[in-house]
C-alpha cells in the first residue's frame, strides 16, 4: 500500500525576489526534511538550508528538524535581520526628541 501524503509550500523572499513552491511529501515528514527537499537550495544558494530559521504561517518553529509537518503548512524561510527592529525605533524616537526640543523656544 502506498504511503499517506500530504501537500505543503515552501516559500522564501530575498531581497529583489521570491520564490513559492508547492511539494507533496510523506506524512510525518519534518519541517527541516522538506526545506531540504523542496530545491529551494536551488533557486537561492546563499540560503544555508541546514541552518537557517523557519516558520509555518509566520509562528518561528524552534526545532524545525522534529517538527512534523501537517497538510497545507506553509513553511517560510526568514532572512537574517538587517538591523535591529527595537534599536532603529529607539533611535527614531530619540531623534524625534532631540528635534522637538530644538523647535522649542
Known sequence: ???PVIDVEVVYAAVDRQCLL????????????A???????????EVDLADCPVG???????DP?????????RIELY???????KEIRRQRAAKA???KRLSQP
Open 1 to 3: 500500500m502506498a504511503e
Open 22 to 33: 508547492s511539494m507533496t511529501v510523506a506524512q510525518g515528514t519534518t519541517v527541516r526534511a
Open 35 to 45: 526545506v531540504v527537499a523542496s530545491g529551494m537550495g536551488r533557486e537561492f544558494p
Open 56 to 62: 509555518i504561517f509566520g509562528k518561528q518553529v524552534p
Open 65 to 73: 528538524d522534529s517538527r512534523v509537518l501537517q497538510a497545507g503548512d
Open 79 to 85: 532572512r537574517p535581520l538587517l538591523a535591529d527592529p
Open 97 to 99: 526628541a532631540e528635534a
